[in-house]
């Protein structure tokens, strides 16, 4: 994708973009020519992470963004009004795996529970909400969820399935079902503006996150190349789906 016309880089705005999957993302859209807008809670990690990206080919710019602070969100749509006055891709990648002790459905602890659905799935409300005029003004806007194969219900509920082996989870996992179900809901709500909106699961890459999980074979790079194919899809391209390096994920 390019965006409209050829005198104009397209842009990308990335959540979570300064460490992991997110940072990976960002420079595979930079690598492809894309202004990119590195969003980072802590801007002084951001502007670290996108300096290490910056080249004379790849421009990569860190901006301040808390997923959960709307005044935060608010100001980073200021920012890209005024500075590019148009938004062609946007990737919902922060999210939180959140205190794992207290998310035993039996036990749950539901201040847990909120603080995971704040960044997951309120979160990812709230910047999108922020972001979708900016959208409608591309000629090929798209949205990519960054989800996990753990929020598949189908996957999930598969007794001889390898996910049912995994320990039960009240938080992270319903977060992540419910950030596919929204995916579902804008994909129907933007299609008649040509705006496509995929969740991409990048499956279990070496990162902060799946620190201490044996047998993880895969990079960030790996993990992040499924969002970046989704964010550059051609207007033929799929909406409402779920994608992993194989293809489509059962909901």
Known sequence: MTGDGATR???ALVTGGNQGIGREIVAQLAGRGMTVL???????RGEEAAAGLRSREADVRAVQLD???AKSVAAAARHVDEEFGVLDVLVNNAGILGDVAGQDPCEAD??????????????????TTAMIPLLLLSSAGRIVNVTSGLG??????????????????AAYVPSKTALNSLTVQYANALRPHGILVNAAD???????????VPGVTRSAADGAAIAVRL???????????????DGPIPW
């Open 9 to 11: 880089r397209a842009t």
């Open 38 to 44: 590195l969003g980072a809670r802590d801007l002084g």
């Open 67 to 69: 997923v959960t602070d």
């Open 110 to 127: 539901l201040d847990v529970i909120r603080e995971v659905f704040e960044t997951n799935v309120f979160g990812v409300v709230r910047v």
């Open 152 to 169: 598949s219900l189908t996957l999930m509920g598969d007794p001889a399935g390898h996910f049912a082996r995994r320990p039960p989870s």
């Open 202 to 212: 990048p499956g279990l890459c070496a990162t902060a996150f799946t620190r201490g």
């Open 231 to 245: 964010a550059t899809l051609g207007d033929d391209g799929p909406t409402g789906g779920c994608f992993g390096d």
